[in-house]
DNA sequence: TTACTTGCAAACGTTTTGCACGATT
DNA sequence: AATCGTGCAAAACGTTTGCAAGTAA
């Protein structure tokens, strides 16, 4: 496990929320995640565990984390129903297209930009939200060979 | 209607497929929405303007139009299930949260932005996107006025 | 005329809800 | 002990599919 994983039982604490074999079982399992999950992936990865728990419970707890931002949601191109431990300060994602993998990168070359839509535009400009999507290095590897004789 | 109207019906013709009164609707619907519409707005609002089309040819034909990049979808917090009219050059999207308006601004900004990251990363960098939220001048003023004594 | 398109009904998968039981604090 | 969390079953919801009838080319 992480070590962002203690940070998250104190947070849970924090909000007034108990800690359950359930909720361990779902972060234990984000967290470790190299690319977002669904909760029905999440589910039974649970169940391929041993845990007992049921995929009502997946959704409910998703839906605190997600509140406390200890999650977040990944919005591909077919649909955002997939879920990735949330990173402070690491506000931007880095997807691969081949293995889903997913990558976090700083933002702060986005704030100039932000100010000049903000000035062109009149808008207030208040979040800024960017997805990079491409092939990791891994899956770059293995294409190439593919494409050898 | 705007003027892109005509180049989506010739686009609709090259592509091999037919002009029908129920296409013509929903493309006129969303080209004159200043904001995403849901395929259960496009199908109530073209009930309420008389036309009988069912929602199933709403999903049908937005199926199409997305697949000849006429349409995309747009992301929000909350989902993905909203439709805009594609407009060429100008890939990124400015939203207002109160009204939910929608803009367009270009991105070339984010060029060297992709290249920097993909040096760092070892990713081959396909696609950026990009979406900035925010207020937008009308609302602003309501928000203004609202605090108002 | 022929193939594409439509609408309805029904199927489907995902997400939410009600309720009694169980677990955490 | 009191409250919060859980699991099951069932409902609700959005989306897709099969098929017969309708329509554009």
Redo the contacts with the bound molecule.
């Keep these: 496990m992480k070590d962002t994983s203690n940070s998250w039982t104190q947070k ?2 924090t909000n ?8 361990r079982m ?1 972060i234990d399992i984000i967290s470790n995640s190299p690319r977002a999950l ?3 992936e999440i589910f039974i990865e649970a169940r391929s565990r041993g ?14 984390l997600e509140e406390m931002t200890l999650v977040e949601r990944v919005h591909h191109e077919d ?1 955002c ?1 997939a879920y990735i431990a949330h990173v402070e300060g690491h506000q931007h994602l880095l997807l691969c297209r081949v293995c889903h993998r997913v990558e976090y990168f700083g933002g702060d070359d986005l704030v100039s930009l932000a100010e000049t839509i903000s000035r062109r535009s009149g808008y207030e400009v208040q979040e800024h939200w960017l997805q990079l999507v491409g092939i990791c290095p891994d899956c770059r590897a293995l294409v190439s060979k593919e494409a050898l004789p």
Excluded: F, M, Q, S
């Excluded at 007034?16 to 909720?23: H, S, V």
């Excluded at 845990?51 to 605190?64: D, M, S």
């Design positions: 849970i604490n007034g929320y108990r800690l359950t074999g359930a909720r779902v669904t909760p029905a845990a007992k728990l049921g995929l009502v419970t997946v959704y409910r707890t998703l839906e605190k649909g129903h």
